[in-house]
């Protein structure tokens, strides 16, 4: 007892800063104490409640994967997706002209300067028969819509494997990538057509009542674009020699459609093998709406014709390759 006082008397004396060091001291050995209680407590495992693994289902929920083989286009899945088809339409326009100095104007230019050339050559050197029409005007007509074409099945023939980045990564109907390479295009068309309203004002040209047509031969000159560029878009996923041969193609094809000549010079004899050349049926009949002849429809009959087999054929391609081309692009 009397060494407890003595302790107790010694605490009392201390100085104020070493007694707040003392509790500091307490206060440590204390919470460590309560801190080591826990770990050297064993806890047992039939306390634990018990974890079962999940359980999958035997059939995926949910499974991705592309149409079956088929002629047909599922018009219900595009209308679905028409806004991701608004959106590639306008990158392919804005990526276009990104950067260029002339922008826009280009879509004017091309043309203008086949036109110039052609007239030189066919027109002043080779004086090819233009049916009355000057041939500025008669060449202008054709090349306007054969080159919306040219550079749509171009364009949309390297579309699939330019998009390779969308193509791995997210579904969405693959269709509408080329058929947004072949929209785009549709504003160059209407960039470049004023051009030909004023060489028909400068060489007293009037428009009649069969311009009204020229609506479905747009239509139907986009339609055979989609065709054309569906059915390359998908070769040259899996052969990419496509897209070297794709200029040395367009250019024959060119001459062999009536772009720099009028259908009226091949032989009676051919023209019925001719005629099977669908835009022989389709530029034929822009001159006749701009130009107010007559319409020549056994040719653009047959150019419908071939059109559609065209597409139930590119469809069917597509349908067919489609399902390989996340594993190759």
Not at 281 to 293: C, N, Q, S
Request: glycine share 4%.
């Amino acid at each position: 007892m009397n060494m407890c006082a003595e302790a107790s008397n010694q605490e009392d004396t201390l100085p104020n800063h070493r007694r707040g060091f003392a509790d500091l001291a307490s206060a440590a050995i204390t919470s460590d104490q309560t801190t080591k209680t826990p770990m050297n407590t064993a806890i047992s495992s039939e306390k634990l409640p018990s974890l079962r693994a999940p359980q999958l289902p035997d059939e995926p929920l949910f499974v991705v994967e592309a149409r079956k083989s088929g002629a047909g286009i599922n018009l219900k899945e595009l209308w679905t997706h028409r806004e991701l088809l608004y959106f590639l339409v306008w990158r392919d326009v804005k990526i276009r002209y990104k950067q260029t100095l002339l922008g826009a104007a280009w879509a004017i230019i091309q043309p203008l300067l086949t036109m110039l050339v052609f007239t030189f050559i066919f027109g002043k050197v080779a004086k090819i028969d233009s049916n009355g029409i000057p041939y500025p005007v008669f060449a202008y007509a054709a090349l306007l819509p054969w080159t919306f074409f040219a550079n749509a099945i171009t364009t949309s023939g390297n579309s699939i494997v330019g998009s390779a980045h969308l193509i791995t990564k997210v579904y969405f109907p693959r269709p509408i990538i080329p058929v947004a390479s072949v929209c785009a295009g549709l504003v160059d068309l209407a960039v470049a057509f004023p051009m030909l309203v004023v060489l028909m004002f400068y060489y007293h040209i009037g428009i009649t009542v069969n311009a009204s047509f020229l609506v479905p031969l747009v239509l139907l000159t986009t339609l055979l674009a989609i065709a054309v560029g569906m059915w390359i878009s998908a070769i040259n996923v899996k052969y990419r020699d496509v897209k070297f041969a794709m200029p040395f193609v367009v250019q024959i094809w060119m001459y062999l459609s009536p772009v720099a000549y009028p259908a009226t010079v091949v032989p009676a004899r051919w023209r019925t093998i001719y005629t099977l050349n669908p835009f022989v049926g389709i530029i034929d009949g822009y001159r006749a709406a701009l130009f107010g002849r007559a319409v020549d429809w056994k040719a653009l009959v047959i150019s419908f014709v071939v059109t559609l087999a065209l597409m139930a054929y590119a469809a069917y391609q597509f349908r067919k390759m489609e399902k390989r081309f996340a594993d190759i692009v």
